[in-house]
């Protein structure tokens, strides 16, 4: 109800102010549904960013990604289908018009001789719609579940940020971009398959994980870095036990970092080039209680600008800190904001994507040059999956009334 009434708010103000919410062009039968999908979804976005921390700038470089799950993956972008993987143009189109509608999953098009084209995503495949035909692209005829998520106050934004870390698995890989990384990391694969349990979609990480043989991901530099042996423990339980050979690897590897004080064992270790000894054994313990495991860790009462990062459990021990925050990696704040109950982080500005990340020294952002020079430049990647998990997560607390 409440969050009807700030949408209803904020299409007056968009009007007031003069916003197109809906082209004022006669639109083609694709266009015409899009359009006022689209005006909805923006009206639910506008009400978002006022009771949230608003927007960040992203560039004006309109595109969308298919190819959720286990399928390849496309980008459209000015009236082309490309695979985004090669680069490949795959298919075009004379475009007089078009509308992305993140929610829905779609491109509408309206051509240069009147015809209508839709680019849509569902359960069951991507498909290309035109000349009274439609048929799957290939390969991408593999199952997702896909919710609706009408019990929740924004459900269209959950719907978006769903697809923006569903795109990114790619080859059963969790990646927290795939233009930028090739590879998966453990704390955002670890939060991307939190997202995954609660919508059904464990089973297209199910292999990654069983697959796994190492304690650590080493992608910060090459850094064992601490926090991840919790983070492989907690994905381990999600598709197998104790019994999963990387268990008995993470437990050897445990002692390097244990410190014994007054108050108790823990770990201490270095996580983004820095100690965090709360967030590191908070991570050991939820991962060793999800696989049933003895533990004998106390978090310490210390202060930890990690500690908030960690909201799914252990809140009591939180010492109060200069919590770690920072707008060119928004999951940080994001992640304090859900443990603290506090709406003040910002989203994208654009209909799509809504998350990104800046200027991290891992990521080799030449990739975004197929979406714009302009990301490439501003060294950005987006979307970004641990951001994208921490909004998910934190609106999946947000029921409608």
Known sequence: MIASIIAAVAVCFATMLG?????????????????????????????FRMEFGGSRELPDAPFFLFGMGKRPKFLYKAGALISATTGKALQQWPVKTSTIVPPAYCVAITTVAGASVRILEDEEAVWVEENGGRHPLEGTQHPVQLPAFKEYRYPQVLRVLHQELLVNVIDGKPVPNFFVYPKPWYRDGAMMAMCLKATGNLDLIRDWVLGLTEPYDRNNAGETEADNLGQALYLVSLVADKNHPLVEKVLKEMPRFEVDTSGGKHLKGRSDFAFHPAYQTKWAKYGLRALGLPDDYVVPRIEDSYSALFWMDYRDTYVKSQDATSLSYPYLNWARDHFHGLKRSPIGNRDYPLTWEKDASAANHTGMTIISDEYRQQRLAAPHTWHAAEIFLYLLQQKSN
């Open 19 to 47: 916003w197109p919410l809906q082209a004022q062009v006669v639109p083609s039968a694709a266009e015409g549904p899009a359009k006022a999908e689209l005006a909805n979804y923006r009206a639910e976005l506008q009400a």
